[in-house]
């Protein structure tokens, strides 16, 4: 299974971006896959996963919104009122489970990050 994440960019505050995730292999249900984003200095930390069902981070709940299209293989996280905060490298992931790990540790397969910036 390989990864490619994509759709990350300068905005400003306030403003939205859906980042993408693209599986080359066929991931159903069985599998959980999840954002991550790390800034820099700090761990990484888990924004957002879907599985049989979807779960967030405090911090982005209400905000961000994570998707899946099966038929395109491909999972979105949609970043709506974005912050300075968010700024970060996110990172999707996917694991063999469709129970929804928040620990990068809980994951198999990794994507190999896309730049999010939020101005002021």
């Known amino acids: 299974v390989q990864l490619q994440a994509s759709g990350g960019g300068l905005v400003q505050a306030g403003d939205s971006l859906r980042l993408s995730c693209a599986a080359s292999?066929?991931?159903?249900?069985?599998?959980?896959m999840s954002w991550f984003r790390q800034a820099p200095g700090k761990e990484r930390e888990f924004v957002a996963g879907i599985g049989w069902s979807t779960d967030y981070a405090a911090s982005v709940k209400g905000r961000f919104t994570i998707s899946r299209d099966y038929a395109k293989n491909t999972v979105y996280l949609q970043m709506n009122s974005l912050k300075r905060g968010d700024t970060a490298v996110y990172y999707c992931?996917?694991?063999?489970?469709?129970?929804?790990?928040?620990?990068?540790?809980?994951?198999?397969?990794w994507g190999q990050g896309t730049q999010v910036t939020v101005s002021s």
């Open positions: 992931a996917a694991a063999e489970t469709s129970r929804i790990g928040i620990r990068a540790g809980e994951y198999e397969y």
């Open positions: 292999g066929r991931l159903d249900n069985r599998y959980a």
